[in-house]
């Protein structure tokens, strides 16, 4: 009988869960079924504008509608992203600077299907000689994909169009909206000026001098018990201490008060004071509506999970008129 060391042996297990791993590996992608990516634009100029509405469309083998985020690229440059509603499609307009563009979707995939692109399509934006932006957005970092009670970071670029017109600086002003319920964005910083001698691109390792302005996008969710990371927690009650001052004090005054029924004098000094104290007792922290509306409801539930299109929108006024533009973010919470 023939018998093995332990090494062989160690050696021989270890070889076996490789291989099972290789053939796990190998069964999952397996099951992931392939997709389809489609994607049709429309273009709309208007006062020497360019937008270009993009409709997706992501089916797998079998005709059935894909799930997840789509992102929208010019080239290798993300412009725009959207998550794919119940029929596998979706839809979001974005702003062209003049000139070709390449566009197409790439469709991220998840765990039951794999990741596909659209063939580019060739888009032509207008020319014209009036200063204008169009406003882009990156994919999310560290994921699109957010555990509540975690945040997400998203670079917004400003691309100026035809400033060299401009006789004074242009200054936009960043916000979102379509957020999921408990939650909130933050811009930084919140506005941004183009100016005549504003790059329009920006070549590898440039200093953000010579690149177009950008603001740093910021989504916050909640977790249970509105638990958020990296976010200060406001106190749930008020201090013992200031209670353990004000309540004797206020005793103090109402016996003072009491006490002091032959000097009137004092007597109406007392419940001046008094009524002052109640005054200020209600108009701050030691006031239940103050603390509420100041820091919000006991333990708030969580940011609900799903799969939201959010708008990130820039604005410029001229003192006239207000120049709007727009694009979309894809954001799952889980």
Aim: proline share 7%; hydrophobic share 35%; with cysteine.
């Amino acid at each position: 009988m023939i018998r093995r060391s332990p090494r062989l042996n160690r050696v021989a297990g270890l070889g076996f869960a490789l291989l099972a791993a290789v053939l796990t590996a190998g069964a999952a992608s397996a099951q992931a079924a392939t997709t389809q990516t489609t994607l049709a634009v429309e273009t709309h100029d208007q006062g020497g504008y360019t937008q270009a509405a993009a409709h997706i469309s992501v089916t797998d083998d079998a005709g059935q509608p894909a799930t997840g985020a789509v992102t929208i690229e010019d080239g290798t440059t993300p412009l725009a992203s959207a998550s794919l509603d119940s029929t596998g499609q979706a839809t979001t307009t974005i702003g062209l600077t003049p000139g070709a563009h390449q566009l197409r979707a790439v469709y991220s995939g998840n765990g039951t299907a794999q990741a596909s692109a659209s063939q580019p399509a060739t888009v032509q934006a207008q020319t014209s000689g009036t200063p204008d932006f169009t406003v882009s957005v990156s994919s999310m970092s560290p994921s699109s994909t957010l555990t509540a009670g975690t945040s997400g970071t998203v670079t917004v670029t400003i691309t100026p169009v035809n400033n060299a017109a401009l006789t004074s600086p242009m200054f936009i002003t960043l916000s979102c909206s379509g957020l999921p319920d408990q939650s909130a964005c933050t811009f930084t910083p919140a506005s941004v000026q183009i100016l005549a001698s504003t790059l329009t691109s920006c070549s590898t390792n440039s200093p953000s001098s010579a690149c177009p302005p950008t603001s740093t996008m910021v989504l916050q969710t909640l977790g249970t018990g509105g638990k958020a990371t990296g976010m200060l927690q406001h106190p749930r009650s008020a201090n013992p201490i200031a209670w353990a001052i004000l309540l004797p004090g206020m005793l103090g005054l109402g016996g003072l008060a009491w006490g002091s029924r032959r000097r009137r004098w004092l007597s109406r000094l007392a419940l001046i004071a008094l009524v002052g104290l109640v005054t200020v007792l209600g108009t701050t922290g030691c006031n239940p509506r103050y603390f509420y509306l100041n820091h919000g409801p006991e333990n708030p539930y969580p940011t609900p999970a799903g799969s939201y299109t959010i708008s990130v929108t820039a604005q410029s006024a001229n003192g006239i008129t207000a120049i709007t533009h727009s694009t979309t973010l894809a954001v799952t919470v889980k």
